[in-house]
């Protein structure tokens, strides 16, 4: 073991095969400076009242809030972990019994960016916008193949980040970003011929650009049944209907992978060029992909800001690794969910989105927290919920069914468009006129002040993730605080957050299972009738 000294002189006791890498606290009374655009975490709603007067609801916030107490006996083990996730970072060799070790994610943003500095186009994320405008030059559709991180991330950056009529828009409105089709997620018979027979009734001659689609191929071990299958079934409709020799057939296909995987291999033996294939770093899980070219190759796409993207995460992996537990969001909402679910019994984790633009970062963050703390029958249960939408079909459950769960409320502070406002009518049988001069944004505020108050009033803890608007920076932010903040919960807990054994083990038996099955009948190949 060694004696390892965190930042505010306190000593630990490290295993020996770790060292810490200093972590230098920021100048000046606030240790950093903060953009307007930095993401907020409240969670003094679940926090009980010190000296309350005794009532039925003081007696239930006794016992399903947390004393602030415990939080703050909580800072020095959270300083720990930091400082564990420091070291972890800069291992070059790490023991068997450690394994999987994946922190790359950590530094990854900022690497990229002083990367790109350097090297300009020659750079990863150079190679990575290269790639997007070939693609975006010569195809108006683009379909990403991929299952759990390999797509999720880039599916929760479209949603966030792009109309969600974007599709539906010409091309001129759209000012040349490509149309954009996730599939290779399940092997939904129906779902996937519905993409190919929109492909073939939209795209009937290869020579029109508005007529291409391109198709990118995003899987981190290269082995993935899904996406394998889905890229096969598109390389065949691709070869019929732009040609065997056509030199669109390897233009218009990339893929993401790891460095060594046979989706690789079957990507250089079919022609695609170099610049096709981009890399996920090893030392990056699936999961924690979305920084890597997984996500930002869509991002790129998508006509987002792949920068302003990686600026926004590493500024939160600076916050964490600078700031002190006070005003450190991604310790306090680590420290917050692990006492509630440890402590508080609180074992149903739900996350409330105020923006159903967010739909995308809840599916996320549900795999995310099941992968990374799902773990030796242990871990909480994650569930994200769209208010106020979902308000009318979990409501009730949340407001007064079983005491097992607490909310995170994810708001968006500032909408990005024009608020819509209640006009007042000459017919007022609605009654909607005493809202006049009103909107949509204050009706969203006045439902979570109302179901925030009353979960107070009777005992139901509640915290809020504050996101200033929806931007690049601030999505950034956001994804890599949801990633730190739950490898950081898992070190709390014991537990390696890294790796899946039991998804893996699961992957065999799939393929086992498959092999044994008799064939289907003749059919034609690859899911189309072309004419």
């Known amino acids: 073991m060694l004696l390892a000294r965190l930042q505010d002189g306190c000593w630990f006791l490290l295993p020996s095969w770790c060292y810490l890498s200093p972590v230098v606290p920021s100048k ?32 239930m916030r006794a016992s399903h809030f947390l004393h602030p107490s415990r939080f703050k006996e909580l800072h020095q083990r959270l300083l720990q972990c930091r400082s564990q996730l420091a070291a972890e970072r800069e291992l070059r060799q790490v023991p068997a019994e450690s394994l999987p070790l994946e922190p790359g994610f950590i530094n990854l ?19 990575v916008l290269n790639l997007a405008n070939r693609l975006r030059e010569n195809s108006d559709r683009v379909v990403f193949l991929g299952s759990g ?17 974007h599709n539906e828009l010409p091309p001129e409105t759209r000012l040349g970003i490509p149309r954009i089709y996730f599939e290779g997620h399940g092997a939904d018979n129906d779902a996937f011929q519905e993409l190919l027979d929109l492909l073939q009734i939209t795209c009937v001659d290869p020579e029109q650009r508005e007529e291409r689609w391109s198709v990118v191929t995003i899987s981190k071990s290269g082995t993935s049944l899904d996406p394998s299958v889905a890229f096969r079934i598109f390389r ?113 984790r739900v996350m409330a989105l105020w923006s159903r633009k967010l739909a995308g970062v809840g599916a996320w963050y549900e795999q995310l927290v099941s992968e990374c703390l799902g773990k030796q029958s242990r871990g909480p249960t994650p569930l994200s919920v769209v208010m106020p939408r979902d308000l009318h079909i979990r409501g009730q459950q949340i407001l007064e069914g079983p005491r097992d769960h607490f909310v995170t409320n994810l708001i ?53 993730l504050l996101v200033p608007t929806l931007s690049e920076h601030t999505i950034g932010q956001l994804l890599q605080l949801l990633m730190l903040a739950t490898v950081v919960e898992a070190r709390l807990m014991g537990i390696n957050p890294y790796g899946q054994r039991a998804v893996e083990g699961q992957r065999r038996q799939i393929l086992q299972t498959l092999k044994a099955m008799p064939d289907a009948a003749p059919s034609h190949q690859g899911g189309t009738l072309r004419p």
């Open 149 to 165: 991180g390999s797509y999720l991330g880039a599916q929760a950056l479209f949603g966030a980040l792009r109309g969600t009529y």
């Open 236 to 348: 065949r409709e691709a070869t019929e209907y732009y040609g065997l020799r056509s030199p669109w057939l390897n233009q218009l296909f990339a893929v993401v992978t790891g460095p060594s995987t046979p989706l690789r291999d079957l990507a250089r033996n079919l022609g695609l060029p170099d610049d096709g294939l981009l890399t996920i770093p090893e030392n990056v899980g699936s999961r924690f992909s979305v920084f890597t070219p997984a996500g930002l190759l869509p991002a790129a796409l998508m006509g987002l800001d792949v920068r302003a993207l990686l600026q926004g995460a590493a500024l939160m992996s600076r916050r964490f690794l600078e700031e002190p537990v006070e005003r450190n969001p991604v310790l306090q909402l680590a420290g917050i969910n692990y006492l509630m679910h440890a402590e508080l019994r609180k074992p149903l």
């Open 412 to 464: 968006v502070k500032t909408p990005q468009t024009v608020p819509i406002l209640i006009q007042m009518a000459d017919r007022n049988e609605d009654e909607l006129n005493q809202f006049n001069r009103k909107g949509l944004s204050d009706i969203t505020q006045a439902t979570l002040k109302s179901v925030t108050q009353h979960s107070y009033d009777v005992g139901r803890p509640t915290a809020d």
């Open 28 to 59: 000046g009374p606030d240790r950093m400076e903060l953009p307007d655009e930095a993401i907020g975490y409240n969670y003094q709603n679940l926090l009980t009242p010190l000296q309350e007067e005794w009532t039925p609801a003081a007696e």
């Open 109 to 127: 943003p900022q690497d990229l960016l002083d990367n790109l500095r350097r090297k300009q186009d020659a750079s990863e994320v150079g190679r």
